[in-house]
């Protein structure tokens, strides 16, 4: 049984940086991805970022060079890096996860976190 919790949201200027976590558990010995999505009230779920347990990861271009996914497996949690953040930048974030390879597409993910609210100031 997988289960996500996200935190580390909250508001920050824009230029900042902020570090977003994803607590997992119940992956046990099997192969599986952990994404970031994020979304923006009355718009669809987007994903920003992707990381698998080979150690492969994915990023959508908004956030390419700016955000950095990564993860600490003795603490079982991935995290994402935010940098240069912008005003656009500010959503709702999400970390889901699947067994399987990487992907920015969500209906792959069968398991969600909560959400946590970014709000990036201009």
């Known amino acids: 049984d997988v289960q996500l919790q996200a935190s580390g949201g909250g508001l920050v200027q824009a230029g900042g940086s902020l570090r977003l976590n994803c607590a997992a558990s119940?992956?046990?010995?099997?192969?599986?991805?952990i994404a970031w999505f994020r979304q923006v009230r009355g718009k669809e779920r987007e994903g920003i970022s992707c990381?698998?347990?080979?150690?492969?990861?994915m990023y959508d271009n908004s956030v390419k060079g700016r955000f950095t996914i990564s993860s600490d497996t003795a603490k079982n949690t991935v995290y994402l890096h935010m940098n240069s953040l912008k005003p656009e930048d500010t959503a709702v974030y999400y970390c889901?996860?699947?067994?399987?390879?990487?992907?920015?597409?969500?209906?792959?993910?069968?398991?969600w976190g909560q959400g946590t609210l970014v709000t990036v100031s201009s």
């Open positions: 119940g992956f046990g010995s099997d192969d599986y991805a």
């Open positions: 990381l698998s347990s080979d150690g492969r990861t």
């Open positions: 889901a996860a699947d067994l399987g390879r990487c992907s920015l597409w969500s209906r792959t993910y069968s398991w």
